[in-house]
């Protein structure tokens, strides 16, 4: 029951985080369901932005915002150049990647065992 609960409230948060970065205009966001293939997560959100600054305001505000809404990142990872960032929700791990970046890992294609959550 705990469980289920929680995954709820997962689903939650990573669906949030896809609405904050649709609202700073992100490029094909994704929600993708790890729960039955890997225990470092729940959800992956993944989306995109068409310039580093396009990446850092989509980052920066989804970070302020999920605060407002009582929800702390364990862990915040940017590289150097904004091409990917990452915020850790523990149960929910966001990725924010300039395009081109997005392309040349194909992170969807590394966890392709997942099932896409519908938007």
């Not at 705990?2 to 995954?7: A, G, N, P, V, Y």
């Not at 966001?29 to 729940?42: G, Q, Y």
């Not at 396009?54 to 862990?75: F, T, W």
């Not at 850790?88 to 392709?112: A, M």
């Amino acid at each position: 029951m705990i469980k289920e609960t929680l995954t709820i409230e997962s689903l939650e948060i990573a669906k949030k985080c896809v609405l904050l970065s649709e609202d700073k205009k992100s490029i094909d966001p994704m929600i993708l369901d790890l729960r039955e293939i890997s225990s470092i997560a729940d959800y992956f959100v993944i989306c995109s932005g068409d310039s580093d600054r396009h990446v850092k305001a989509i980052i920066n505000d989804m970070e302020v915002q999920m605060k407002h809404n009582g929800v702390y990142p364990l862990r915040k990872e940017i590289d150097s150049d904004y091409k990917w960032c990452i915020l850790d929700f523990g149960s929910v791990i966001v990725h924010v990647f300039y395009y081109k970046t997005r392309e040349f890992y194909k992170i969807e294609r590394l966890w392709s065992d997942a099932k896409e959550v519908e938007l």
